[in-house]
């Protein structure tokens, strides 16, 4: 039957007489008609929408990334703004920190200045009690001395001595005495 089929095919030209380089005028001309009809449909219908489609996404692409770069602008000017803020927090920290070590400096001055002035004035207060306590003893001794004198020369004399001129005349004995020394 193989051979009854390929008969019947070349007898109505469907054999194998035209390979894919062979050119026939009929063809060429319906594939060319065709061509032109689909090309101006859709020129006409799909193409306007197709070239609105792309512009319409240029134009969402500019968009975009005129958005990127205004956020990317945004965020190095933030960037900047909190490098200076955290800057400007730093050297607010170590100036408060400064102050804080001067305050505290000054501060142990004057303590130790208060202690300093303490001391000095109970200083000069034991030194004038010292001197006051001094006088007090000296004066005591003065009056003992006197009364002693006055009993010594008055057991010599024979007589008691108790008036007044001759107790001032025992002290300024003594008063001599001591300026002598």
Known sequence: M????LALLQEHGGGGGGGPLTVEGGLILWT?????????????YAWPQVLGAVEAREQALAAQLAEAERNRAESARLLEEHR???????????????????????????AL????????????????????????????LRREAVDLSLAAASKLIGQRLDGEADR?????????LEVAR
């Open 168 to 176: 001032r005349l025992v002290e300024e004995y003594l008063r001599s």
């Open 32 to 44: 060319v008609f065709i061509f032109l009809l689909l090309f101006l449909v859709l020129k006409r």
């Open 113 to 140: 200045e208060k202690a300093r002035q303490e001391q000095d004035e109970l200083l000069a207060r034991a030194r004038r009690e010292i001197a006051a306590e001094r006088e007090r003893a000296a004066a005591e």
């Open 84 to 110: 200076k803020l955290l800057a400007e927090t730093k050297a607010q920290a170590h100036a408060m920190l400064l102050e804080a070590k001067a305050a505290a400096e000054k501060e142990r001055a004057l």
């Open 2 to 5: 193989r051979p009854a089929l």
